[in-house]
Each structure stands twice: as structure tokens, then as C-alpha cells.
């Protein structure tokens, strides 16, 4: 993803009588994730998880739902880029299964309490299968939303709960695309 993939990005516009994002404020929002990508700037996917944006007063605004997967699609990158793993690829399948299964997240500080490595590596398994084919046990959006991770005792090192939290996002975002298993 470079900074002229989103300055091509365009979202569609809300019909009449349903609401949206405030336009200037997503296309804020782009600018600064341009500039975070072009190195003019810092910005996290943590920073990136907890950005809002109001609603537009009696006019258009952006679908959301477009914006939303956009925004998932650039946290899972960014998370990426801060570990120095490969991006997302930007053209094709947003996730493969042989990228889930090379995944690895880094460990929590020893100061903050990570996600349990078990749990997520056998969401991971899940994941990996449900991409490579739709069959039983394949993962649904609706239950990739409802995975919660048990978070790992105070002596023990988990996985950094923002990068899984990142790739969850990513996961439905992937499992909402058309060619993609439910």
C-alpha cells in the first residue's frame, strides 16, 4: 500500500436518508495515513483502531461500511510495517493462507499482559483452513467477530493484543469479500 493507492481510494456516497462519515473528516483521515506511509509522519494501528468520525448534519457522507474495511485493511499494514513483516498485498486476495500460516506475532513487553499463544495459534489454524476452503469448520464473519482471547497470566509472555486485534480486523474484512468463504 503506498501513499497513491490512497490518494486513488474513493468511497461511495450514502443514499438519501441514510447516514454516513462526515467526508472532510475521512478525507482527513487519508491524508494523514498518506503522509504515515510516505514517512512524513507517524502514525500506529493502534492510533488508527481508536480514530471516530461524525456524522454529517442533513447531508451525504461516505458509506461506512466502505471506510471500515478500508480502515482494517491499512491497520493490519501498518501493523505489518511495525514489525517489519511483509505488507498486506495490494492487489488480489488480501490474505492467504500460506501468509496465515508464516504469521507470527511478537510477544507483549514484560510489563503488559499479551493474548494466550496457544489460543491465537489455533485461531491462526482456523483462519489458514477456512481460506484454503469452505468446508466443515470454516470460519464465519460472525464468529471471527465474536473470537475473544483469554489474556495470558502475569508471568507469562502472550502475543501483543493489538497485532492480533489488527489481524481479527483484517479476518473479517477478508471473510466479507465476495469470493470468499462465509
Known sequence: MTPEDIGRTAFAMTPPGLRGYRTE?????????AAA?????????????H????????????????????????????????????????????????????????????????????????????????????GPGSLTVQEVRATRFPVAGPDIRGYQRDEVDAFVDLVVTVLKQPACPR
Open 51 to 134: 480514530v471516530t468520525f461524525g456524522v454529517p448534519d442533513g447531508s451525504p457522507g461516505y458509506r461506512a461500511d466502505q471506510v471500515d474495511e478500508f480502515l482494517d485493511r491499512v491497520r493490519a499494514e501498518l501493523e505489518l510495517r511495525q514489525r517489519g513483516a511483509l505488507p498486506v498485498p495490494a492487489t488480489g486476495a488480501l490474505l492467504t493462507p500460506e501468509e496465515v500460516q508464516r504469521l507470527r506475532f511478537s510477544y507483549a513487553p514484560l510489563h503488559q499482559r499479551g493474548y494466550r499463544t496457544g489460543e491465537v495459534d489455533a485461531f491462526l489454524a482456523l483462519v489458514a483452513a477456512t481460506l484454503a476452503h469452505n
Open 37 to 49: 506511509l510516505d514517512g512524513r509522519t507517524t502514525l500506529t494501528a493502534d492510533e488508527l483502531r
Open 25 to 33: 473528516e475521512v478525507d482527513a483521515c487519508c491524508e494523514l495515513i
